[in-house]
T-cell receptor
Framework: DAKTTQPPSMDCAEGRAANLPCNHSTISGNEYVYWYRQIHSQGPQYIIHGLKNNETNEMASLIITEDRKSSTLILPHATLRDTAVYYCILSMYSGGGADGLTFGKGTHLIIQP | NAGVTQTPKFQVLKTGQSMTLQCAQDMNHEYMSWYRQDPGMGLRLIHYSVGAGITDQGEVPNGYNVSRSTTEDFPLRLLSAAPSQTSVYFC?????????????FGDGTRLSIL
């Protein structure tokens, strides 16, 4: 059973904000929401994570709903280099333990020039 | 600023051959792990280590061995390669298994078994 649900693909115009949704209705109280992305043929890249509060770093912002059942990753000014598969992952840890990080199929974000 | 380094980047093997995929990190990270990624699928955990001398199995450990004699290195051994092990292999590390520590990934080893 998938713990997160993401749209399989999205398009966004270059220079606009890209908003990637993730549903995680069965999230437990001690699970963090992590976002990673994988640019074609490269290893996954960490973007951001959060527990309850909204978070922002130099790459993106993470908005988590008050009931924590969904979240949105925001890339404020998308560039062509942001074209990648984006993964929303729940984990109590950084990825330690037998569960590791459960990568689903993610969202293929395509930035259009 | 090497981060996580994987070698080789590409490898072709014949069925039944053995080989070792190398992974090294220079960030003094405690936690290291190996994933495989098959076409159109997400990553699946093979083995992991929470520190030197400690290893454990992940979701798909069969056909693979690991050891962790130093903090820096975490090699993955294929004992007798099979075509089903054709995949892209990623090594990852993090400072610890504590909450909120991001994983750092290498660029992968692309392995084909004929």
């Amino acid at each position: 059973d998938a713990k997160t649900t993401q749209p399989p693909s999205m398009d966004c115009a270059e220079g606009r904000a890209a908003n990637l949704p993730c549903n995680h209705s069965t999230i437990s109280g001690n699970e963090y929401v992590y976002w990673y992305r994988q640019i074609h043929s490269q290893g996954p890249q960490y973007i951001i994570h959060g527990l309850k509060n909204n978070e922002t770093n130099e790459m993106a912002s993470l908005i988590i709903t008050e009931d924590r059942k969904s979240s949105t990753l925001i890339l404020p000014h998308a560039t062509l280099r942001d074209t990648a598969v984006y993964y929303c992952i729940l984990s109590m840890y950084s990825g330690g333990g037998a569960d590791g990080l459960t990568f689903g199929k993610g969202t293929h974000l395509i930035i259009q020039p | 600023n090497a981060g996580v380094t994987q070698t080789p980047k590409f490898q072709v093997l014949k069925t039944g051959q053995s080989m070792t995929l190398q992974c090294a990190q220079d960030m003094n990270h405690e936690y290291m792990s190996w994933y495989r990624q098959d076409p159109g699928m997400g990553l699946r955990l093979i083995h992991y280590s929470v520190g030197a001398g400690i290893t454990d199995q992940g979701e798909v450990p069969n056909g693979y061995n690991v050891s962790r004699s130093t903090t820096e290195d975490f090699p993955l051994r294929l004992l007798s390669a099979a075509p089903s092990q054709t995949s892209v292999y990623f090594c990852a590390s993090s400072y610890s298994t504590a909450k909120g520590q991001p994983q750092h990934f290498g660029d992968g080893t692309r392995l084909s078994i004929l």
